[in-house]
Nanobody
């Protein structure tokens, strides 16, 4: 089993920034295991925001140029730096890891962008 705990969510004004952190514990994770951030807005389906898979990263079109995902394998963390936040970024953000085909999820952290 892998446990994932997210932190860093909160209320921010449009144009502001937040940094989310996900800490993994439990079974060993490897750099080859993709880690990602997803989000789910009220009444909408969960969508992938950003993923780091080995040495490559990929982003949803809606966040390209504003969000940056980074991973520290030694600390077993994956961060999501979110800049130029918009009201439509409001959602619960979830951390995910794909460990040899088994998906693990964190409990989520709320991000609210509002003036």
């Amino acid at each position: 089993q892998v446990q994932l705990v997210e932190s860093g969510g909160g209320l921010v004004q449009p144009g502001g920034s937040l940094r989310l952190t996900c800490k993994a514990s439990g079974q060993t994770i490897y750099s080859i295991n993709p880690m990602a951030w997803y989000r789910q807005a009220l009444g909408k389906s969960r969508e992938m925001v950003a993923i780091v898979d080995g040495g490559s990263t990929n982003y949803a079109d809606s966040v390209k140029g504003r969000f940056t995902i980074s991973r520290d394998n030694a600390k077993k963390t994956v961060d999501l730096q979110m800049n130029s936040l918009k009201p439509e970024d409001t959602a619960v953000y979830f951390c995910n890891i794909d460990r040899w085909g088994t998906q693990y999820w964190g409990q989520g952290t709320q991000v609210t962008v509002s003036s």
